[in-house]
């Protein structure tokens, strides 16, 4: 039999302590913590370095200046 493949884009499911840093409650709204991805879209979140943020799904980064 050939081994099953890991689908690359298929998301993580996360528990409720990390979904919880990721956005907070603003006067009624709902406003997220951290940048998301301009190509991934909505929902994928980058990570943020010492000098550069990136996306772990597509590899976007953007290096911050000096």
Known sequence: MADKKKDKGAKV?????TVKK???MEGGRLVRQKRECPKCGAGVFMAQHEDRVSCGRCGYTEFKKA
């Open 13 to 17: 499911p996360r528990n409720v302590d």
């Open 22 to 24: 990721l956005y907070r």
